[in-house]
């Protein structure tokens, strides 16, 4: 492949990072766009890798402030973006970063003729668009179809790092599990996802669906935490209209907090099984996790 110029926007997360170094692999030359630049100094909390001396350029800047982000596209071939919230800020909402932050890179890449736009959404976004954060991606998903750039949409199930709850609540000792827990899905390792987004440079495919290589319920990483952890919970189950039921009193205390929970519920209500990549086992990864913990 010929070597490219990469941005990658949010290159301090988790699967920017692996993203970043992906690209780096392959010998392409990589900015990234980080709003801490301390954070890629040192490994992620999920094990991502170092990158503050392995890229070519970092820019500190923030997508919900114009002006510390102008001329992020300059020169750039092909934009990769992983830019979103990941977790309530109480300052911007998923709408300033999911769909704002991303439409301003955006319009960036285009005025600097940039020729591709690698983005990442979510799997199953069209069954959970009463969710405001998946409205957010699938609002800024639309702009970049009509664009009239070369795109490719990355729709992941979910990521190793989210799993790694179920290890936090085994260790608690209660193990909640909302329904019946029997819906099944695919995550996927950030290093298998961020070889298929590296793989999209030269592929024509505007969109892909990507999971892990296992599928499990939810109730089956459930027992597989408590094993890799050795601990034996009890299983909380908790009705769906419980849950259901109590999501109004979490829209009280914060959009961002409401979002978490509606997404928690969506997903326990559907199957969210995408064609399977990678070789990376989530079992592996629960004890690497516990391995850097000490």
Same mark, same amino acid.
């Given at each position: 492949?010929?070597?490219?110029?990469?941005?990658?926007?949010?290159?301090?997360?988790?699967?920017?990072?692996?993203?970043?170094?992906?690209?780096?692999?392959?010998?392409?030359?990589?900015?990234?766009?980080?709003?801490?630049?301390?954070?890629?100094?040192?490994?992620?909390?999920?094990?991502?890798?170092?990158?503050?001396?392995?890229?070519?350029?970092?820019?500190?800047?923030?997508?919900?402030?114009?002006?510390?982000?102008?001329?992020?596209?300059?020169?750039?071939?092909?934009?990769?973006?992983?830019?979103?919230?990941?977790?309530?800020?109480?300052?911007?909402?998923?709408? +300033?970063? &999911?769909?704002? *932050?991303?439409?301003?890179?955006?319009?960036?890449?285009? %005025?600097?003729? !940039?020729? @591709?736009?690698?983005?990442?959404?979510?799997?199953?976004?069209?069954?959970?668009?009463?969710?405001?954060?998946?409205?957010?991606?699938?609002?800024?998903?639309?702009?970049?179809?009509?664009?009239?750039?070369?795109?490719?949409?990355?729709?992941?199930?979910?990521?190793?790092?989210?799993?790694?709850?179920?290890?936090?609540?085994?260790?608690?000792?209660?193990?909640?599990?909302?329904?019946?827990?029997?819906?099944?899905?695919?995550?996927?390792?950030?290093?298998?996802?961020?070889?298929?987004?590296?793989?999209?440079?030269?592929?024509?495919?505007? +969109?892909? &669906?990507?999971? *892990?290589?296992?599928?499990?319920?939810?109730?089956?990483? %459930?027992?597989? !935490?408590? @094993?890799?952890?050795?601990?034996?919970?009890?299983?909380?189950?908790?009705?769906?209209?419980?849950?259901?039921?109590?999501?109004?009193?979490?829209?009280?205390?914060?959009?961002?907090?409401?979002?978490?929970?509606?997404?928690?519920?969506?997903?326990?209500?559907?199957?969210?099984?995408?064609?399977?990549?990678?070789?990376?086992?989530?079992?592996?990864?629960?004890?690497?996790?516990?391995?850097?913990?000490?």
């Amino acid at each position: 492949m010929e070597k490219k110029k990469v941005l990658v926007a949010g290159g301090s997360g988790y699967l920017g990072r692996y993203v970043a170094d992906e690209f780096k692999k392959r010998g392409h030359w990589v900015r990234l766009l980080v709003r801490n630049p301390d954070k890629i100094r040192k490994p992620g909390e999920h094990g991502e890798p170092v990158l503050h001396d392995r890229v070519d350029d970092v820019v500190t800047g923030d997508a919900t402030r114009p002006e510390t982000i102008e001329g992020i596209c300059d020169g750039i071939d092909v934009v990769f973006s992983s830019l979103g919230m990941t977790r309530p800020d109480f300052r911007h909402s998923s709408f +300033d970063v &999911d769909y704002m *932050g991303n439409r301003r890179i955006l319009d960036m890449a285009l %005025a600097g003729k !940039a020729e @591709k736009f690698i983005y990442v959404s979510v799997f199953n976004a069209e069954k959970m668009l009463d969710i405001s954060n998946i409205q957010a991606h699938e609002q800024f998903a639309a702009e970049l179809r009509k664009s009239g750039m070369d795109f490719t949409i990355v729709r992941p199930t979910g990521y190793f790092s989210d799993m790694e709850q179920f290890l936090n609540l085994a260790r608690t000792g209660i193990m909640p599990i909302l329904g019946d827990g029997d819906k099944r899905s695919n995550p996927i390792h950030a290093a298998d996802l961020a070889q298929l987004c590296v793989d999209a440079v030269g592929k024509k495919a505007t +969109d892909i &669906d990507a999971g *892990g290589p296992d599928i499990f319920t939810y109730r089956e990483v %459930a027992e597989l !935490a408590a @094993k890799v952890t050795g601990r034996h919970p009890l299983y909380l189950t908790i009705p769906l209209w419980i849950a259901d039921a109590l999501l109004p009193v979490a829209q009280l205390l914060s959009r961002d907090v409401a979002d978490i929970v509606s997404f928690a519920l969506a997903v326990s209500k559907i199957d969210s099984v995408a064609p399977q990549h990678g070789g990376h086992r989530l079992e592996d990864h629960f004890r690497e996790c516990l391995s850097r913990e000490g």
